[in-house]
């Protein structure tokens, strides 16, 4: 799925500003402030927000964002403490609710409808909520219909008198229109689908938010028009683009039924190919059709396995926002980390007694002095978790691309791009040379460039670029970049099985440090990289169980929070684990086949384009077929 201009024009902008953010947002996009602020908030008050005279709220933010088509999962990651409590408190109902923990959900839902509830967005939010918790109970469908009936009219009020074009929308949104058609207007579903395709076809939202409503639309579009009214060449082209859409971001939001959908509309179309000189065709045909079979095959294994649902019951996910931190939290931990003083780390920038209270959560201090007050602890100093520091919308666009390439395993075209983003960054800065080097020095590690010795070092010295090796050592809360990170996994995975892996205790207190802090669901872009490489070294280490243990939570964890890039891996090492049980006359579990896992990692791979394990994994498959025989 190619990314537009206007993805990497968004993703460029400077979120901390955001009275400029949302001058420069609706440019891009085209979008009036009446459009913008309709029952939201008044014109005025969108002014007034525009022009830096008023705060907006984080519950205003996110919609206002959503809206100019940005995606809030992953986008503000640093809160000031009472923005950071509703977003926590909100995580904990969606959390909740994903993993039918009704209780949990009913108790914090309560609480935040008695502190937050008093507007449109908060009320809008506990009635969407409330209606997740009766579907997935199988309640009366009537109370679940006025709710969401409820819901959507507190911010689309003329839902029933215009058409989605002429509105702007947010992705939330569009999916309770969604729910208020199929609950309260089934017979229109089918045509609200139609529009709201044609809405997100204009290019309005970025990739994630895209994802996250697409593949509904077409499980929607499906479900509503009747078996004798389906136009199966479409409904192929349709499903077909939006599996490839959650391939290339690695998410599963209503993937098992879009591939059921693929399947179901080859079979018909193989039934249209005449037999006599066809035999290509059909033959074509009917391997996409087993390829499909399979795939479905493996995601019920894996949920089998977890004990997870195959099939989408809720609209929480459109709710999770990611990797959000608080400010005084950060502050105070790389302070601490860095072992700097207050007044070392103040000079120049505001006074002792604001640092003091800023880390004790007591005041909100101006955007400008929390940004230079990030600079001087070696972060980026952007509203986001970037990985680089750079407002080039071609430097953003590179670093998108990078990502792309890094997951085909092309190293030659990785090298290519970090040549080419040489020209749009400094690399005085450490944060941009440090993200730059790591990924050279994985390369020429992988290309055997490197000894594992002389990865070692170059992974430290590079880490060093921003934070001090030693200074990880210490027991005490740590607050780590992206790309620090993936230095200390690097270290980690070269340093491999030794109990002397510094590194990998490092990145295990920090994995037990998120899980107390926000909770796992809330960091797991983090978390699963870190534990999938935790599983990994518990299996080299002989030490099985845990490793499977560990392995089997983080796919678990993935699949709540519809994440499934590292699903062929974990099963892999899962699979790696027996194998090695059999080498040493372990008890295996019953049933275990061997084939069938590897053919189930196979097709895993094949979902998540992992070219090169797939490889890897056939070629184990085939060396265990020519052993039977």
């Known amino acids: 799925m190619r990314k537009s201009k206007k993805y990497y024009e968004l993703q460029a902008l400077d979120l901390w500003d955001f009275p400029a953010l949302i001058r420069k947002a609706r440019e891009i996009q085209d979008i009036t402030m009446e459009a913008l602020c309709k029952d939201i908030c008044s014109f005025s008050m969108m002014g007034k927000i525009e022009r830096g005279e008023r705060l907006a709220g984080k519950e205003l933010r996110d919609r206002v964002l959503a809206r100019l088509g940005v995606c809030s999962d992953g986008y503000e990651n640093f809160l000031f403490y009472e923005d950071y409590l509703v977003w926590k408190r909100k995580q904990r109902i969606v959390n909740a609710i994903e993993k039918s923990d009704f209780d949990t959900a009913e108790e914090e839902l309560a609480a935040y409808e008695k ?25 009366d469908p009537a109370v679940i219909a006025s709710l969401y009936e409820e819901a959507v009219k507190l911010t689309v009020s003329d839902i029933d008198h215009v058409s989605i074009k002429n509105l702007c929308l947010s992705v939330q949104e569009l999916d309770m229109i969604l729910e208020y058609e199929r609950c309260c207007r089934p017979e229109r579903l089918a045509s609200r689908c139609e529009e709201i395709l044609a809405y997100i076809s204009s290019e309005v939202f970025d990739t994630y938010s895209y994802v996250k409503i697409y593949p509904k639309v077409i499980y929607y579009l499906y479900l509503s028009t009747p078996e004798r009214d389906r136009d199966w060449n479409r409904l192929l082209c349709l499903s077909n683009r939006g599996i490839e859409q959650l391939r290339t971001t690695g998410r599963m939001y209503y993937l098992w039924e879009l591939i059921e959908i693929r ?18 065709k059909r033959e074509a045909v009917q391997k996409v059709i087993d390829m499909m079979t399979d795939w479905l095959e493996a995601l019920d294994f894996v949920h089998e396995l977890c004990g997870t649902h195959r099939r989408m019951e809720t609209s929480c996910y459109l709710y999770q926002q990611k990797e959000a931190y608080c400010i005084s939290d950060v502050i105070r931990r790389r302070r601490e980390m860095l072992g700097m003083t207050k007044k070392a ?4 920038i505001c006074s002792e007694k604001t640092i003091g209270r800023l880390e004790a959560k007591k005041t909100k201090p101006q955007i400008e002095i929390v940004r230079l007050l990030f ?23 590179i670093v998108g691309e990078i990502g792309v390439y890094l997951n085909k395993c092309d190293y030659e075209k990785v090298e290519e791009l970090l040549v080419e983003l040489e020209k749009y960054i400094s690399l005085e800065n450490p944060i941009n040379r440090q993200y730059k080097e790591q ?39 740590k ?24 590194a990998f205790d490092i990145l295990l207190d920090l994995c037990k440090q ?55 891996m974990l099963l892999y090492i899962n699979t790696w684990n027996y194998r090695e049980r059999r080498k040493k006359n372990i008890p295996l579990q019953q049933g275990y086949q061997e084939e069938m896992y590897l053919k189930k990692c196979i097709a895993l791979c094949q979902i998540n384009k992992d070219n090169a394990r797939e490889t890897m994994v056939k070629e184990r498959l085939t060396k265990l077929l020519y052993k039977s025989n």
Not at 452 to 472: G, H, K, M, S, W
Not at 479 to 502: A, M
Request: charged share 30%; hydrophobic share 35%.
């Open 439 to 477: 990924f050279e020095a994985k390369i020429k590690a992988g290309y055997g460039k490197l000894s594992n010795e002389e990865a070692i070092q170059c992974f430290r010295q590079i880490l060093e670029y921003t934070i001090p090796f030693d200074v990880l050592l210490k027991d005490e809360e």
């Open 375 to 397: 600079e001087r602890l070696n972060l980026s100093g952007e509203y986001q978790r970037a990985q680089i520091v750079s407002k080039d919308v071609i430097a953003v666009s």
């Open 345 to 348: 780390l103040c000079e120049g």
């Open 514 to 568: 998120l899980e107390i802090d926000e909770g796992i669901s809330e960091h797991i872009a983090v978390w699963e990289v870190i534990m999938t490489n935790v599983s990994n070294i518990y299996g080299d280490r002989g030490v099985y169980d845990q490793s499977d243990a560990i392995g089997i939570k983080t796919m678990k964890e993935g699949i709540h929070c519809y994440r499934m890039n590292l699903l062929d």
């Open 263 to 280: 399947r179901e509309g080859l079979i018909r179309l193989l039934d249209r190919i005449e037999n006599d000189g066809e035999g290509r």
């Open 479 to 502: 607050y780590l970049t992206n790309v620090e990170v993936q230095c200390l996994l690097n270290i980690s995975i070269c340093v491999g099985k030794s109990k002397e892996n510094i």
């Open 115 to 139: 502190k937050n509830g008093a507007f449109n967005l908060e009320k809008q939010f506990c009635l969407v909520m409330r209606a997740q918790i009766m579907q997935k109970r199988h309640e």
